[in-house]
């Protein structure tokens, strides 16, 4: 059997192009979403589209699925990885900024969901893996919109999961930790800085929590890791 077409949100950078990396070495089919896409040489073109698409969009999110679906087949895993962060106290931050948080991290993962759950239900299989955040259960006192969408990400995926837990359909929140990505940027503040406001904590890297996502995928159908908190040992996050 050819392997199953993989779709990774948020994938240009960081956690989403290292599960990129991770499934393209084992010769998965990929369709790779992100609002800043380009090819990544480390992966085979013949196998990878690109779509240049906002997940917030939910027709040219949609359009992107259907398009790679009509080469690969249906999708048998998606991994909703796009997400952003304001990491300043609530009352620093603008509407603007708060509503963009709830839209890429809660809507864009709905949308993902939404555009390839109707047809992992008529195979009857699929996985849908959603990146959310130890914030989605330890919050803190900045970073307010963040960690209430990752509150909402992980509601979501246990609900949908109880939906169609007997379909064969898994869904499966990871909740990482501290990873060394480059989030910070979007915050306009340096690694160094974002290493003082956190407390000077250690960081995962983006590879090595990409092979835990891959594990998860790699369980037999029958079993669904359903919530996995993912963090440095030497954490007290």
Known sequence: MPQPLVIVTGASSGIGKAVAIAFGREDYPLLLVSRRITPLPELPSDRVIYAQVDVTDYAALDGAVRN????????????????????????????????????????????????????????RAGTIINISSISDRKVGPAAVAYAASKHAVRALTESL??????????????????IRTNIHAHMG?????????????????????????????????????????????????
């Open 68 to 123: 790679a679906e009509s080469r690969y087949g249906t999708a048998g895993c998606l991994v909703n990885n796009a997400g952003v962060a304001d990491g300043r106290a609530f009352t620093e931050v603008d509407p603007e900024s708060y509503s963009r948080e709830i839209d890429v991290n809660l809507k864009g993962v709905l949308n993902g969901t939404k555009a390839v759950l109707k047809g992992m239900l008529a195979q």
């Open 161 to 178: 999961r109880q939906s169609v837990a007997k379909t064969g359909i898994r869904f499966i929140n990871i909740a990482p930790g501290y």
């Open 189 to 237: 503040i340096s690694f160094a800085q974002y290493q003082e406001r956190l407390g000077h904590p250690d960081f995962m890297t983006a590879e090595q929590l990409a092979e835990i996502i891959l594990f998860c995928w790699k369980q037999p159908p029958t079993i669904c890791i359903r919530d996995l908190v993912v963090a440095p040992t030497n954490s007290t996050v």
